[in-house]
Nanobody, 126 residues
Framework: QVQLVESGGGSVQAGGSLRLSCSTSGSIFSKNAMGWYRQAPGKERELVAA???????DYAGSVRGRFTISRDTAKNTAYLQMNDLKPEDTSVYYCAADPTLIVRFIARVSRPIDYWGQGIQVTVSS
């Protein structure tokens, strides 16, 4: 059963913008930080952005200043606004929900992520 539903991926030229959405149930949304990972072919999955239920946010250095994560409590949806996209942003992007998500930027957390989306392709051409 898919519990995180992503949308909004696609193809764009360098310098363009895309917005990813991740919708889920109210129980998952209210109890977890929401975030986005990405994985390019041959590379490890990396945490890109995360937001807590209290709206604290954090970002990977490679996207800071270009990507903005937000959450809409009324819609149980998290968003990733991606601006000034670069070819190196090309990846499959995965929505994630987990109470420890934002901590993972600064500490190694061994337990697996509680919830994953199915993944959505973002392609940026030069």
């Amino acid at each position: 059963q898919v519990q995180l539903v992503e949308s909004g991926g696609g193809s764009v030229q360098a310098g363009g913008s895309l917005r990813l959405s991740c919708s889920t149930s109210g129980s998952i949304f209210s109890k977890n930080a929401m975030g986005w990972y990405r994985q390019a072919p041959g590379k490890e999955r990396e945490l890109v952005a995360a937001i807590t239920p209290g709206d604290d946010t954090d970002y990977a250095g490679s996207v800071r200043g270009r990507f903005t994560i937000s959450r809409d409590t009324a819609k149980n949806t998290a968003y990733l606004q991606m601006n000034d996209l670069k070819p190196e942003d090309t990846s499959v992007y995965y929505c994630a929900a987990d109470p420890t998500l934002i901590v993972r930027f600064i500490a190694r957390v061994s337990r697996p992520i509680d919830y994953w989306g199915q993944g959505i392709q973002v392609t940026v051409s030069s």
